[in-house]
């Protein structure tokens, strides 16, 4: 029976030459032996997993060999076997988490007089050696004052900065980088050959990005996946035992905020949060993933090898979200990601800011022309039938072209045809309880933002939220909340206003209702609320003559038809 050995014990290097991504270690070492100029103490420091403890060995076998000391351990006399099997007397491995106390290095200085039992040099190799006690430091510390000529020491740590300033100094310091992803893909392809495993270039990729620069964790997990799955490795089964987010969803994502899709964008942040997403990881994979179609952008597809070749993603699928938008979009989302990015660590409910940006995202692209060009015409035509909504916007000549600008439309404001004095006012105390709900509660502000009407009837303000965004309302509704934003209301308003919170009927309802005629009536009788975008900021602090502009007009009517229309309760 064939004993089984883990692709990393049966990999491991036994030559200098075979450590990835340390050259410049492992060539002063080997000159280091060439001309006869060992040093009494070495201090190997890096991360984990990327060769310390195995250089360590092979320094020690090139010392130790029969042929030695040589670059090039011979791996076949009996010294190179016994220290590769761990039971060689010379080369003493200790681990210094668990012989952290003076005792162990006390034992280990009264033996270290004497001579080597068989090699040329008495080897301790003591890993993790910044976990040691300050007592077991000063009895090294003696030892390395005075180090017996035989005697050679090999500290590893992942911690050199909690090693003692008077250890360090008196070692030979090199620090192993971490190993870059073609390192690692180059080491994995060269196994996988050889191994003859059924695993594509993806998994590689996939692997050695998974494993950080840690070349004992990758070959860790290509024994995982490759004993998971018997036949084939794909690169699904690699990102199921990974834990990675299928490449399909950054896709999926992408592309409904490419085409303005904000449903199908809230329902896939939607299935995140109920698999338990880290989110501040899927935005950072996102934005690598948004900046790999830019590249392609950029770049084209003939040059854009490289990107594939690295990111282990399917060229077809990025090509296709390319294809579809111009690089200006794609820059915006990413720049609207590096916000989200920096902010989201931050918040409870990380979810909700990336819920924002696709809202914001995907509403501003309802309101491109290009889309919406062929509603725009049905609109006009409407419009120019429905006098009521003339008078009550206060404009009768309306043209396409006004429409053709990219809008930076608004929501949130009520423009009321009955209370036309009022809503002016109303809109500039609005803004100012926007402002100081910003300052004070950064949160508060996004639950706010969120909402698509605002109006003020009596002494109630009325927020309403789209269905989608529920939590924004209970959020905002939970009585901590409503005391804040109650009080910055009386400050500004000089009088006691009660925030309700509301959830505003489905859309396409209320178009259907509108088709059939029953919202006409209801314009007619009331008031109208017009839903706005979410630059309401910018808009009512810019407000007066421009923002009677047909072009904002018609966009409230296009915001009108499309949206929400709301009746005045009659007492
Ligand atoms: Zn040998």
Redesign the pocket.
Known sequence: MIKYQSIYRKWRPQFFEDIVGQKHITQTLKNAIKLNRISHAYLFSGPRGVGKTTTARILA?AL?????P?EY?????????RINQGQSMDVLEIDGASNRGIDEIRELRSKIGFAPAEGKYKIYIIDEVHMLTNEAFNALLKTLEEPPSQVLFIFATTAPQKVPKTILSRCQCFYFRRLSREEMVDKLTKIATEEKLNIDLTSLQLIAESATGSMRDAESILDQVVTYSEKQVTSEVVREILGLIPQEIFWQLLKAIIIGDTKTGLEIINQLVKEGVDFHKFVQDLIVYTHHVSLLKILGKDNSAAIFYRSGEEPEKLSELSNSTNIKTILDIIEELKLVEEKIRYYYYPWVLLELMVVKLTQSKEQSYQKESKIVNELVSDIQKTSLVEQSIGIGEIREDHLSKNSKNSKNKVLSRNKEPKQDQFEQLWSKVLARVKKERISLYTFLMASNSVLIEDDQLMVGFPPDCLFHKESLEKRVNRDIVEAILKDEANCEIKLKCFIVEDKTKKDEDFKSGKKKDKIEDNKVIIQLGAEQENQISNKGESNLSSKNILEKALDLFGGTIFEEKKE
């Open positions: 076998k130790n060999c029969q042929k030695g040589t351990p011979c791996n076949q006399c009996a010294q190179c076997i």
